[in-house]
């Protein structure tokens, strides 16, 4: 398993490597959870303009490059490095070797139900041991935090999307100090059928976020990040910015 090289956007650190599931689950049997970021222009810009968000990204253990456009970004600046979808990390930890326990958190009223009947079907060594949709009452949201405390699941996903899911694991993350926490936007709702993952071919070509567009239309407001990402980035002057 290589190690992992530490690379800056926009004063952000991303991680980049090839093993993220082998790297997070080697620390987690020394005793080390983690918080995991997957990075896109998106959220670049999120960031861009919430200092809190910057400060959480600067500071939790795996920033992954998750988008188009991050992967692009090196490239202009002379540095290949692979884009790795958060959806492919989640589904590398759960399908790792090893008997292992998940919880996931997050999407509209049964869909991680659905999602987590498909790993429990596709993997028998995995035990997910809890789910909860992401429109919590506070009654809901005690009993979550009850159920996490009891069964310290070693891999908590949570799909409330972006930034909403990377706070919630920042301020609950105590309670399960040895688990990987990872945020997974729409990952549950491709898990469980409700959305499709682009085809290879769009993937292959960095046109994920144009099948997208196509699937969720109102979506292009949002999107206009993306060539704002281009300029920002290229024209940040960040101190701690290099390749
Ligand atoms: N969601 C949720 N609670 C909320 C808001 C959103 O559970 O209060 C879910 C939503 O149902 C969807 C996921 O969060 O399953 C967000 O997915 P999306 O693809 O929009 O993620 P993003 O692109 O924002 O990371």
């Not at 290879?200 to 109102?218: I, K, T, V």
Request: aromatic fraction near 10%.
């Amino acid at each position: 398993m290589g190690a992992l090289e530490t690379l800056s956007i926009m004063g952000m650190p991303v991680h980049s490597g090839t093993h993220y599931a082998d790297w997070l689950l080697l620390r987690q049997q020394q005793g080390l959870g983690a918080q995991v970021i997957t990075l896109n222009a998106e959220m670049a810009m999120q960031a861009d303009r919430n200092p809190q968000l910057k400060h959480l990204i600067q500071t939790i253990e795996l920033v992954i490059p998750d988008g188009a456009g991050i992967v692009l970004y090196f490239r202009l600046k002379g540095k290949r490095i692979r884009r790795s979808p958060g959806i492919e990390l989640a589904e590398a930890l759960l399908s790792a070797p090893g008997e292992r326990t998940a919880f996931f958190f997050g999407a509209a009223p049964g869909t991680a139900e659905a999602a987590a009947r498909v790993w429990q079907q596709r993997c028998p060594h995995l035990s997910v041991v809890g789910t909860q949709h992401g429109y919590l009452t506070p009654e809901d949201a005690d009993a979550l935090v009850e159920q996490l405390q009891a069964k310290q699941p070693q891999l908590i996903f949570v799909a409330l999307g972006v930034p909403r899911q990377e706070f919630w694991i920042a301020e609950h993350r105590h309670l399960c100090p040895h688990s990987i926490w990872v945020g997974v936007g729409g990952s549950f709702d491709i898990w469980a059928g409700t959305k499709d993952r682009a085809p290879a071919w769009f993937c292959e070509h960095h046109l994920e976020w144009l099948y997208r567009l196509y699937q969720e239309p109102w979506r292009w407001r949002r999107m206009l990040a993306l060539p704002k990402f281009a300029i920002r980035a290229l024209t940040y002057s960040g101190y701690s910015d290099s390749t």
